[in-house]
């Protein structure tokens, strides 16, 4: 796959110890969806799955485990570009026996236009996104006018966008960007039950950082 000019991550940390590499070998066959120009075939993924909800940008997929575990009957793909974060989640799917739950290694914007059919999700979880603090990093924020109309080409009339984040000015962007769009309705709400605390959460807690989230729906 082509790589983006402008990317919302910096790739860091690659190197996996060789009991991570031992366990992606097994596991990334089983559980992994290879990056590819093929569109995926959701309904064979997950022909159990009354719903199917994407998420990007894991980390180190525990609140992804945990949703997918309380929610049996939706499938759940998970995209990263972290590839220890990846490998945890495959021991993660093993552990739980997670059968609707399946990763993606690769940049959520090239999985959207080559592996997703349009109108095909139900759902988008962006949980805690980089946050790119700086003025001259902010061109690096994945919620932008493009992320916007990939996600909207990829859901359902009437599917969701979640997304979370501790990050205040990133929180009032997220909500500027919003109203210059026309696919969604929606805005901030409060913390929904289904979602637990992630990793990165936990950290903007400790710092006092309050949470916002937001719900938008495709019109
Ligand atoms: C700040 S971390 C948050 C991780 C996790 N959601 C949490 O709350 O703990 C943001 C994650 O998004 C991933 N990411 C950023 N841009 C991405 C993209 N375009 N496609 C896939 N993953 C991406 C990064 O690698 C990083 O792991």
């Known amino acids: 796959?082509?790589?983006?000019?402008?990317?919302?991550y910096k790739l860091r940390g690659r190197r996996i110890t060789e009991g991570q590499q031992e366990a992606w070998d097994r596991l990334w066959p089983v559980f992994g969806i290879e990056n590819s120009d093929q569109k995926i075939k959701l309904a064979e993924?997950?022909?159990d799955s009354k719903r199917i909800i994407m998420e990007i940008g894991f980390g180190m997929g525990e609140a992804t485990a945990q949703i997918a575990l309380a929610d049996p009957t939706t499938g759940y793909l998970?995209?990263?570009?972290?590839?220890?974060?990846?490998?945890?989640?495959?021991?993660?799917?093993?552990?739980?026996?997670l059968k609707n739950l399946r990763t993606?290694?690769?940049?959520?914007?090239?999985?959207?236009?080559?592996?997703?059919?349009?109108?095909?999700?139900?759902?988008?979880?962006?949980?805690?996104?980089?946050?790119?603090?700086?003025?001259?990093h902010f061109k690096r924020r994945i919620v932008n006018q493009e992320f916007i109309a990939s996600v909207a080409a990829k859901l359902k009339p009437?599917?969701?966008?979640?997304?979370?984040?501790?990050?205040?000015?990133?929180?009032?962007?997220?909500?500027?960007?919003?109203?210059?769009?026309?696919?969604?309705?929606?805005?901030?709400?409060q913390r929904p039950d289904w979602?637990?605390?992630?990793?990165?959460?936990?950290q903007g807690i400790n710092k006092e950082h309050p949470v916002a989230d937001f719900r938008f729906v495709k019109k």
């Open 78 to 97: 998970a995209v990263e570009v972290h590839r220890p974060g990846i490998g945890k989640l495959l021991l993660r799917i093993e552990e739980g026996e």
């Open 158 to 189: 009437g599917a969701f966008l979640h997304i979370a984040t501790d990050w205040q000015p990133y929180a009032q962007w997220i909500a500027e960007e919003f109203t210059k769009q026309r696919f969604f309705t929606g805005g901030e709400v």
């Open 1 to 8: 796959m082509e790589s983006r000019a402008v990317r919302s």
């Open 195 to 202: 979602r637990p605390l992630t990793r990165f959460e936990d």
């Open 104 to 136: 993606i290694e690769g940049d959520a914007f090239e999985v959207f236009e080559q592996m997703i059919v349009d109108s095909s999700l139900d759902g988008v979880h962006l949980f805690f996104p980089d946050p790119w603090p700086k003025a001259r």
């Open 45 to 47: 993924l997950f022909p």
